[in-house]
């Protein structure tokens, strides 16, 4: 049974920094994109940004090129999302995506709110 679960989320001030983390299992997860996506309230979700499989090619949304760092650790089954210079709009419910091929694997997020 594939888990992804999220966890790093909290309240931080507009500036601020957090790291979002994703621990995945049942999966060969070094076969995997992995991605992280976000969904703020009454919005659609989002791509925020994504790494290939071996981690040596990365994409971010133009909202967060620049702050955000997408890194992965194939030893250890994790995908991380470093958050800098948090501003308002990145308020949202953070998922964590697996995809290979045909197969879409989703957590079931973690909240991130950005306000003083």
């Known amino acids: 049974q594939v888990q992804l679960v999220e966890s790093g989320g909290g309240l931080v001030q507009p500036g601020g920094s957090l790291r979002l983390s994703c621990a995945a299992s049942g999966l060969t997860f070094s076969s995997y994109i992995m991605s992280w996506y976000r969904q703020a309230p009454g919005k659609e979700r989002e791509l925020v940004a994504s790494?290939?499989?071996?981690?040596?090619?990365?994409n971010y949304a133009i909202s967060v090129k620049g702050r955000f760092t997408i890194s992965r650790d194939n030893a250890k089954n994790m995908v991380y999302l470093q958050m800098n210079s948090l501003k308002p709009e990145d308020t949202a419910v953070y998922y964590c995506?697996?995809?290979?091929?045909?197969?879409?694997?989703w957590g079931q997020g973690t909240q991130v709110t950005v306000s003083s």
């Open positions: 790494i290939s499989s071996t981690g040596v090619i990365t």
């Open positions: 995506k697996a995809k290979r091929l045909t197969n879409d694997y």
